[in-house]
Nanobody, 118 residues
Framework: QVQLVESGGGLVQPGGSLRLSCVTSGFVFTNYIMKWYRQAPGKERELVASVGRVGRDKRYGDAVKDRFTISRDNHNDRVFLQMSNLKPEDTAVYYC???????????WGQGTQVTVAS
């Protein structure tokens, strides 16, 4: 059974930091590109960051570049999102995503809420 379980969300003040974690199981982790998406109320889901299968190819959305860092632990089948200098516009539900890169095989976590407010 495929599982992606996010944690680490919460309420943080502007300028603060959070680290999201996604623990996975049920699939061959190293075969998948791992991504973080987010969806704010009334907005479409957007890609925040992605990391390639061996952890070297990292890409970021323009809104989070230079503030967020994605990483993965291929020994423990986990992916992380370190978020710094958080802004109110970062408020959203953050989703972990595993993308095989072919045949439209994609898995999603249930999401974790991040709220940035003073």
């Amino acid at each position: 059974q495929v599982q992606l379980v996010e944690s680490g969300g919460g309420l943080v003040q502007p300028g603060g930091s959070l680290r999201l974690s996604c623990v996975t199981s049920g699939f061959v982790f190293t075969n998948y590109i791992m991504k973080w998406y987010r969806q704010a109320p009334g907005k479409e889901r957007e890609l925040v960051a992605s990391v390639g299968r061996v952890g070297r190819d990292k890409r970021y959305g323009d809104a989070v570049k230079d503030r967020f860092t994605i990483s993965r632990d291929n020994h423990n089948d986990r992916v992380f999102l370190q978020m710094s200098n958080l802004k109110p516009e970062d408020t959203a539900v953050y989703y972990c995503n595993a993308d095989l890169g072919t045949e439209n095989i994609v898995y999603w976590g249930q999401g974790t809420q991040v709220t940035v407010a003073s």
